[in-house]
């Protein structure tokens, strides 16, 4: 279907669209737009409008008194939903939500469009399909749940609309409703009609021709930009106090989406009336003696007329006794919205917290609201301790501070601010003497209405010692200063303390420190005392520190006899003098005076100590010392003995010098001190030796030495493979030609050594072996030859097995048998001792006769080197020791069963026996040491009741006669 345009024409352009718009919209009906003047003012908005809230909130803002609501649930385009006050507009609603079709800002302003509108093309709503009979558009519903308090309920609205005037009585008929669904309501009923009437209020049925006593012509309006609206309406439905009902307010084009409607719906619209509610925000709470306290109780609807609330009263307070009786109900004056009813508190003895509870009826409903107020005693306040400073110190005095508490001090003199709980305090005291000021701290809170509560500290001001002292003038680097407290303390107290800084990172807690200066210059010294009662005061002073000399010489040593010069290098910082030098050259000699003099020491040689003490202008002394060394000529020696040829030379050197230049008369030399030589031939060989100072002082000394020759041999052996033990003859062989042999000695490469032309050696473990011979001659010379692995003997096996168990029972002979020979075994021959073998590796297990006795089992192991090894462990056979003792006897003469006593085998015959038997009582019956004497059922020859008797038996074993058995049971005698 064709709709209306929305264009904006100006005035100048009206012929030529006019016709343009016939042209377009001549369809099966003739639409005729709308052309106005649009005048060209400025106007200001007369709707303040909000979209951005909440469903809640929109919720919250028609839903007054008497209403719980729930389940809220929105169904609108963006922007088609808002909150709005009205500043100066016509629609006759101060405040509220607005549901539109379109955007709640086509609402504002003045009436300057025909067409206003905006098609958010959304879905319209079901239930406004059925009620319109026509397809709807740009729905917006909001919806929830409410219980009133009250048995109706009411909606003040006004409904408005662009398709006014146009479109009255066309197929295009915006539309809205209210829908209620609940207890007694049929169904879903709309309750936004026409009043007087079932129609449903729409443009068709309120308009300037129809209803029109409710209907605003809109026209050129200045306010509202809808071409029409309803007057105030109010939709009402009969309700069942405290029951769920359900309410959906929607709004929907219908047709199409281009002609905006709205609905006004009035601030807390919804509101049970009348009833009464309690005005939380003016409840107050009672204090003795101080503040009386209130609640309020306010009424919705009509205030024209008196309205009576009823309440009761409770709560721990005892009215007469802790508060003054109240009245059981309130009336509210005509024209009065609220009343108030005063809690006055009786003041008594009791403490703590008494709590008055008034309960009053909740609309029509039977639910009942609660209001509890409390009576509490005055707010305690504690200004806090008294403080102690000292003159010019500050501190904080006071307390925390309480919500909703005001304070205030007096005086106000020394406190940073008066107004607070808490402030600093600072005060002066120039006197001799403490200064107490008394300050008042008064506060007041809401909770205790007017009362001013106070109470009172005491600030005591100390006055301040005063810091004195003295130090000298001027001292040296090094000194010792003394520095002198000359401090004093106010009257009736004392110094306690003192903290030094002097000023070069040095510190002290003395009175009268004395300091030492490390380095030069002009230091401020600071002293600060305290005194017994903590106040402390500061002072400084200066002090120069003079550099002292920084004294320095040199000095060569010389020969015994040489003039030694002294040259004096000394200085002093910072431009200071050098005004006396005095030395002291360490030989005993006199003191001199003089810059740099010479000196001749005595014609020793030695080292001598040079003192030089340097005076500085400012009298500051500083001295140095260094050695000079006087040496004596050198004296060349050495000594050393004939060695063998290719043996190690030692030279031993005696001279006196420092350097050292030898020659060995080989084409050989050495600069060592000490050195080692080794001659390659035999002979006589000359040495010579030079020594030389370090100031170049020489003497020398030769002397001869014989080089003696090595000895000429080897050696054989009979054997030299074979299993161990392998036995060899070693026998020497002498080379022509060698120096006279006197001693031959043998190692065997196991440790063992022997002596002698020829030896006889055994090697009992396996490996290859080394053997070495030394020789030496009858000058002392020694020559060694070593055979490599000449022997060889061969790996022995190593036998051996376990056995398990080593004693064996008769019960159970069997010995479990292991072979853990070495590896290398490749035959084995075992014989177990009871005449049986085996040749097996691993012959396991062997079972013994059962006599008793020792058996020897043997194993031997044999090699792929044919070497063999064996041994052998015993077991023992032994007898098991068993004893048997029977439960009951007869002794009732048919010799069958007839004494009771222990059976047994194994016992061993020396056995420390016995048999005890007791009576249930514990009693000793009888005793026997014999193991052939047993208990036949007497006592003193009578015989004993039939009854259960209690045996001990103790006895030892007999394979060694000390273990010891012991055995306990019952028997019972049976007659």
């Not at 550099?547 to 910072?574: E, K, L, M």
């Not at 075994?825 to 075992?830: F, G, M, P, Q």
């Not at 020897?856 to 077991?875: A, E, M, P, W």
């Not at 008797?949 to 049976?974: A, C, E, H, P, R």
Request: glycine share 8%; proline share 5%.
């Amino acid at each position: 279907m064709i709709r209306k345009d929305t264009t904006i024409f100006f005035f100048p352009v009206l012929k030529t669209f006019l016709g343009m718009f016939q042209s377009l919209f001549s369809c099966h009906r003739l639409l005729l737009c709308l052309v106005f003047l649009f005048f060209l003012k400025n106007s200001s908005a007369q709707l303040t409008l909000n979209p951005a809230v909440t469903p809640l909130q929109l919720v919250q803002t028609i839903v007054g008194t008497g209403y719980t609501v729930s389940n809220i649930k929105l169904n609108c385009p963006n922007g088609a939903i808002g909150t709005f006050t009205n500043v100066s507009s016509n629609i006759g609603i101060t405040d509220g939500i607005l549901l539109t079709t379109g955007s709640i800002n086509i609402a504002n302003g003045v009436n300057n469009k025909t067409s206003a509108g905006v098609n958010n093309g959304a879905s319209g709503d079901f239930d406004l399909d059925k009620l319109s009979g026509a397809t709807t558009y740009d729905g917006c519903a909001l919806e929830f749940d409410l219980v009133p308090a009250c048995d109706s309920l009411r909606i003040n609205y006004v409904f408005g609309s662009e398709e006014y005037p146009e479109y009255v009585n066309k197929q295009f008929n915006d539309v809205f409703a209210f829908y209620i669904s609940g207890p007694g309501i049929v169904g879903m009923q709309n309750i936004a009609l026409v009043p007087g009437t079932t129609s449903p209020v729409s443009i068709n049925n309120i308009n300037a021709g129809k209803n029109s006593q409710y209907f605003v012509n809109n026209s050129n309006g200045s306010t509202i930009q809808y071409d029409g609206f309803t007057r105030p309406l109010t939709a009402r439905a009969k309700v069942i106090p405290c029951e769920t009902y359900h309410l959906k307010i929607v709004i929907a084009d219908v047709l199409d989406g281009i002609f905006d409607s709205g609905v006004f719906i009035k601030g807390n619209a919804l509101e049970c009336s009348p009833i009464s509610y309690n005005d939380i925000a003016s409840n107050s709470n009672a204090v003795k003696n101080c503040s009386n306290g209130s609640f309020t109780f306010c009424r919705t609807g009509d205030i024209t007329k008196p309205f009576l609330v009823k309440y009761t009263v409770g709560g721990t307070a005892v009215k007469g006794v802790d508060y003054v009786a109240l009245p059981d109900s309130i009336i509210i004056p005509p024209n009065q919205k609220c009343a108030k009813v005063n809690l006055v508190p009786i003041p008594n003895g009791n403490t703590g917290v008494r709590t008055v509870k008034i309960i009053y009826q909740y609309g029509y409903c039977p639910r009942y609201d609660t209001i509890t107020l409390s009576i509490t005693e005055p707010l305690p306040i504690d200004a806090g301790p008294d403080v102690a400073i000292c003159s010019s110190d500050s501190t904080k005095i006071g307390i925390n501070p309480l919500p909703n508490t005001n304070y205030s001090w007096q005086p106000t003199t020394g406190l940073s601010n008066s107004s607070i709980s808490n402030p600093m305090v600072s005060l002066v005291n120039n006197t001799n003497a403490d200064i107490i000021v008394k300050y008042v701290l008064s506060a007041t809170n809401q909770q205790i209405g007017t009362c001013v509560l106070k109470d009172s500290l005491y600030v005591t001001v100390k006055p301040l010692p005063k810091a004195i002292f003295s130090i000298p003038a001027n001292y040296c680097v090094g000194a010792n200063i003394s520095f002198t407290d000359n401090s004093t303390a106010t009257s009736g107290k004392t110094i306690a303390s003192w903290y030094w800084n002097f000023g070069n990172n040095l510190f002290d807690n003395i009175q009268n420190p004395i300091i030492k200066y490390t380095v030069a210059g002009t230091f401020t010294v600071s002293l600060k005392v305290t005194d017994n009662s903590g106040c402390t005061a500061n002072t400084m002073q200066t002090i120069t520190v003079w550099p002292t000399p920084i004294v320095n010489f040199s000095v060569q040593s010389a020969c015994q006899g040489d003039s030694v010069r002294f040259i004096n290098s000394s200085t002093v910082p910072n431009g200071g003098k050098i005004l006396q030098s005095i030395w002291n050259f360490g030989d005993g000699t006199p003191l001199i005076s003089g810059t740099s003099p010479s000196h001749v020491y005595p014609a020793t040689s030695t080292t001598f100590t040079v003192q030089l003490i340097a005076t500085s202008d400012k009298n500051c002394v500083s001295t140095a010392q260094k050695t000079v060394n006087i040496y004596p000529q050198p004296k060349a020696d050495f000594t050393s003995a004939s060695v063998c040829m290719f043996d190690i030379m030692r030279f031993y050197n005696n001279s006196t010098g420092d350097k050292n230049s030898w020659n060995f008369g080989d084409g050989t030399t050495s600069i060592l001190r000490n050195p080692t030589h080794q001659f390659a031939t035999s002979g006589a060989h000359t040495i010579k030796l030079i020594s030389t100072t370090n100031y170049g002082c020489i003497d020398s000394i030769t002397k001869t030495f014989v080089v003696y020759d090595k000895p000429k041999f080897d050696f054989t052996a009979s054997d030299t493979a074979g299993c161990p033990i392998l036995c060899s003859t070693f026998q020497t062989i002498i080379i022509p030609g060698s120096d006279t042999i006197v001693s031959w000695n043998w190692s065997f490469s196991t440790g063992d050594i022997a002596k002698g032309g020829k030896a006889y050696y055994c090697y009992d473990k396996n490996g290859k072996y080394s053997p070495m011979l030394v020789a030496t001659t009858n000058h002392g010379c020694s020559d060694t030859v070593v055979k490599q692995y000449y022997v060889n003997v061969y790996p022995q096996p190593n036998a051996d097995f376990l056995v398990n168990p080593v004693a064996l029972s008769s019960f159970d002979p069997i010995a479990q048998i292991s072979n853990t020979s070495t590896p290398d075994a490749v035959k084995w021959w075992w014989n177990f001792g009871d005449g049986n073998t085996s040749t097996g590796q691993n012959p396991g297990s062997h079972k013994y006769s059962a006599d008793n006795g020792e058996y020897r089992i043997t194993l031997k192991v044999q090699n792929s080197y044919g070497c063999v090894d064996s041994t052998f462990h015993r077991v023992v056979m032994r007898d098991e020791s068993a004893v048997y003792i029977a439960n009951a006897f007869t002794p009732n003469g048919d010799d069958i069963n007839e004494e009771f006593r222990p059976y047994g085998c194994g016992i061993y015959p020396k056995a420390n026996y016995e048999f005890l038997i007791f009576d249930r009582w514990g009693m000793l019956i009888f005793r026997s040491t014999d193991l052939n004497v047993g208990w036949n059922g007497r006592l003193k020859g009578e015989i004993c009741q039939q009854d259960v008797y209690v045996y001990k038996v103790s006895f030892t074993d007999k394979n060694d006669g000390t273990l010891i058995k012991k055995m306990k049971g019952i028997v019972t005698l049976i007659r």
